[in-house]
Each structure stands twice: as structure tokens, then as C-alpha cells.
């Protein structure tokens, strides 16, 4: 198990390339849990991004509803915690409830062995749910921007023409849906969700919110949870319109985790069943007083997907009451 590290090892502790100031802050700033072990362990239902299996980097949760990501050794590790410490006093107070909570920072032992190492201590979205279904959207038609490396714009590029951000201004990074207790999760593996196609983005949309997935998904909980005042489309209806004013950030190669718990609609259970959050901010830079067009974009033309299947369904609905 890896172990948080107390007062007395956390002074000694650096991670290779990261800020001794970084190092310092992990110990003066949210100790979460001093001087005692945590038990961690890989994210169950981590459907993109870094992992920590096979002896690599990737975040971590414990039993308490926090998630630990490692804060990567250059730049990108500076701008994800400046965004965290910042962000709350810079946002509206109805739109904190779209990005995680954060903690702070905290010394833990890194998953692939190399020791005491800085990470974000956030919300674990997924720790109230059973067996949530998750999609990892990407948002905007780019994803690298002017100040970013050379390196770094040339693999963004590449990866942007490969997949539907150009042409959709938004991409699916990764996903799992639950079906039933016998069938379990369809999780496609990284290759397949890199390859979709619209159509594919339109199919993925309504299996989310189908009892079924196959042969015709049956889009029975659409209603429910794209719809309704508390629905996803609300939730992106209101970020959007904050997007539409807000000139205070660049949200770059950002992503939009949608989960929903399927059981907990069927069961009526108190546990919120839709959560919305804003993830991934290593490349977001002051806006300058200009509007994020890019990720607005982008948002507008996911909000046109899934507008769509909950008009398609509520269109079979009646047809169905019909016959």
C-alpha cells in the first residue's frame, strides 16, 4: 500500500523535477490525514488519463472519498495546482458545484515505486456510487494552444485530427457503461474510443441512458437524465451560459466527466444520480479578458448531440403511445 507521508519524512521527500516550493506546500497546506497510514488503491472506474497499474504514475483513492493525481514534474503540475488554489474565489458560486473539490495538496507515495511525490488531494466523484456509468469528454476543436512546446502542439495535433474534436469540436477520451448485474460494464478499449466516428458519439450518447445496449438501445432513462431541471443538458445549458461571459480563463485540452447511476434512479435513492464535472486543467492559461471561444464551441456543439437523443426519445415516446 502506499502511505502519506508525516511531518517528520515529508521534509526529505522530493519528486524528481518537481519545485522544492511544491514539496514544501504538501506539508503546510491540507493534511488531510497526519502521521498515519493510508491504504490506497487504483481507481476502479478511472476510464482515461495516466493509470496506476503496471508499475506507472497515475492517481490514487483511499476509502474516504478523496482522489489523489500526481502532479506532473513540469510546467503542466505548476498551472493544475495554481488553477486549483485560485479557482473558487475566481468562479460564480453556482458553477464551483461543476469542479471538483479540492483539498490541497499532500506527500504520497507515488504509484510506480519512485518514491514521496506532491499530489492533488480532490472529490472522488465516483465513491458514493455502486456502478456508475462514465463518459470522459473532451471539449473544443483544439486542444494545444500558441505558449504550449513545440513537442507537445505537433501530439496534440495529430491526436486532434485522428479523432472528432476538428470535425466535432469535442472527443470522447474514454467511457464505461453499466448494463446489468449479469453483463456488467461495455468498456471499449482506447483504440475503438479513439476511432469513433459521429455516428458512433451519437450511439455512445444513447446507450448511456438505455437499460440495453444492443441490438436498438431503448433510451428509457433520457428523460430522466439528460432531461429534467437537474438533468445533464441543464448542468451544460448553465456552464455554457457562463462560458458565454467568463474572460478569466482558457480551459485547454479540458475534459467534461459525466457520470450517472442508473440504479440509483431505478431505486429512488437520495444519492444525487447525475454528477457533471469539469476535470484536467494542466493547460489552462489566463484568458486575458477574451471569451474561450474554443471550448464554448465545442461545448455548444456536445450540447446539439445530446439535445438530440433526448428529442429522439421523447419523439419515440409519443409515437409509442400511439400504437
Request: proline share 4%; hydrophobic share 35%; with cysteine.
Amino acid at each position: 500500500g502506499a502511505r502519506v507521508a508525516d511531518e517528520k519524512t515529508s521534509g526529505r521527500a522530493s519528486s524528481e523535477g518537481a519545485s522544492a516550493d511544491v514539496a514544501r506546500s504538501c506539508t503546510n497546506r491540507a493534511r488531510v490525514t497526519p502521521s498515519f497510514y493510508i491504504m490506497f488503491k487504483t481507481p476502479k472506474h478511472q476510464v482515461a488519463g495516466h493509470q496506476a497499474i503496471d508499475g506507472n504514475l497515475g492517481p490514487l483513492v483511499d476509502d474516504s472519498g478523496r482522489f489523489y493525481k500526481p502532479l506532473q514534474d513540469d510546467e503542466r503540475g505548476t498551472t493544475e495546482l495554481a488553477f486549483y488554489q485560485s479557482f473558487s474565489s475566481k468562479l460564480p458560486h453556482h458553477i464551483r458545484g461543476l469542479f471538483p473539490v479540492f483539498y490541497g495538496t499532500q506527500l504520497v507515495e507515488a504509484s510506480d515505486g519512485s518514491g514521496l511525490r506532491p499530489h492533488l488531494v480532490l472529490q472522488d466523484i465516483t465513491s458514493n456510487h455502486l456502478n456508475p456509468s462514465i463518459l470522459d469528454v473532451k471539449i473544443g476543436s483544439r486542444t494545444w494552444y500558441p505558449e504550449a512546446s513545440e513537442d507537445y502542439i505537433q501530439k496534440a495535433l495529430e491526436g486532434d485530427r485522428l479523432t472528432t474534436t476538428v470535425t466535432l469540436g469535442f472527443r470522447i477520451s474514454g467511457l464505461q457503461i453499466y448494463e446489468s448485474k449479469e453483463s456488467g460494464y461495455w468498456k471499449p478499449a482506447r483504440k475503438e474510443v479513439k476511432s469513433f466516428s459521429a455516428d458512433d458519439v451519437r450511439l455512445v450518447l444513447r446507450k448511456f441512458v438505455s437499460s440495453n445496449l444492443e441490438p436498438e438501445p431503448d433510451c428509457c432513462f433520457a428523460s430522466t437524465i439528460y432531461g429534467g431541471c437537474s438533468g445533464i443538458l441543464e448542468q451544460l445549458l448553465e456552464l455554457k451560459a457562463w462560458f458565454e461571459d467568463q474572460t478569466v480563463y482558457h480551459f485547454h485540452s479540458c475534459s467534461l466527466l459525466l457520470l450517472i447511476d442508473k440504479e440509483s434512479v431505478l431505486n429512488g435513492r437520495t444519492v444525487p444520480f447525475v454528477e457533471v464535472k469539469l476535470i484536467d486543467f494542466a493547460h489552462t492559461v489566463e484568458a486575458e479578458g477574451v471569451i474561450d471561444h474554443n471550448f464554448l464551441g465545442g461545448l455548444c456543439s456536445f450540447i446539439k448531440f445530446v439535445s438530440e437523443v433526448l428529442t429522439d426519445s421523447k419523439a419515440s415516446t409519443i409515437e409509442a403511445s400511439f400504437n
